[in-house]
């Protein structure tokens, strides 16, 4: 049975989703930014002694969650730390309230707030707002991708057109434990001989938008959460990277890959071999 539709999600338009998630996210980066200095004061683990959480990370996901419930009372919410309400509007917001943690526990300069408007099950609004550099990546479902950088005018992102493999800067990521990062460790060692490079920056979110932008041709990684993925993912489809999975399987169902569209069908072969 289909839950009653409020009035708010028939005129769930994805630039007005996109408007909330942009004011919220800088928000959050605001309190983010405020927090690193003493992000070190408060670490939980989670699922392994090195998979941590800061009590930045909760409150920018509480503050996330309170005001777009605020905006939007009847949407449902899926946070990474913690926040799951089922909706009636058929929006519901994904929210990684930092992207990156270790990097931000650590001060390098890679972390991210994340926010994605799913409406019916499809991704169609979503900002990654980098905090360290101010700049926000945002797309639409059919609206493109943009990056606003402080003091910039706003441009369209398009993916990059690297003419081989062996000219693809590739950005991967790692899982938290020890016998999954041995095997990823064998996959970039097969991989690295056959592309230009690998970049390991530590926030899916940013990776997703740095294919965007063309700072990098391709990404994969295995076992993201929604929440890495929903806002960076739509910002590289919208870009004109090719984003899916391995072969005959969703994205993100284990893998996630996006890539420039002139390598993608040469990478998503050399991604699907080197996962068999
Ligand atoms: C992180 C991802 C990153 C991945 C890390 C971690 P978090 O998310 O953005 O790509 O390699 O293992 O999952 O935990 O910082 O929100």
Not at 64 to 78: F, H, K, M, N, S
Request: some cysteine; glycine content about 10%.
């Amino acid at each position: 049975m289909t839950p009653f539709r409020a009035d708010a999600a028939r005129v769930a338009e994805p630039a007005e989703l996109l408007d909330l998630a942009v004011v919220v996210a800088r928000e959050a980066a605001a309190l983010v930014s405020r927090g690193r200095d003493t992000a070190a004061e408060h670490v939980d683990t989670k699922s392994s002694p090195v998979d941590v959480v800061t009590a930045v990370d909760s409150a920018s996901e509480e503050l996330i969650v309170a005001r777009l419930l605020a905006a939007r009372p009847d949407d449902g919410v899926l946070g990474e730390e913690g926040a799951d309400r089922e909706g009636t509007s058929g929006v519901r917001w994904i929210v990684d309230p930092i992207d990156g943690t270790v990097n931000f526990l650590y001060g390098v300069p890679a972390y991210a707030v994340s926010i994605a408007a799913e409406v019916d099950g499809e991704v169609r609004a979503g900002v990654v707002a980098d905090v360290a550099t101010g700049e926000l990546f945002t797309a639409t479902a059919g609206g493109g991708a943009w990056l606003a950088a402080p003091g910039r005018p706003a441009r369209r992102l398009a993916a990059n057109r690297p003419p081989s493999l062996e000219q693809t800067l590739v950005a991967t990521g790692f899982g938290y434990g020890v016998e999954q990062r041995r095997a990823q460790g064998a996959v970039v060692a097969e991989l690295l001989p056959r592309v230009r490079d690998i970049r390991r920056l530590g926030s899916a979110a940013l990776d997703l938008c740095r294919v965007a932008s063309g700072q990098v041709d391709a990404y994969y990684e295995l076992h993201l959460n929604p929440w890495d993925r929903a806002a960076g993912a739509l910002v590289a489809a919208e870009a004109g990277a090719v984003v899916t999975g391995l072969p005959g399987t969703p994205v993100g169902e284990p893998m996630v890959i996006a890539a420039a569209p002139s390598v993608a069908a040469a990478f998503l072969a050399l991604v699907a071999e080197l996962h068999r």
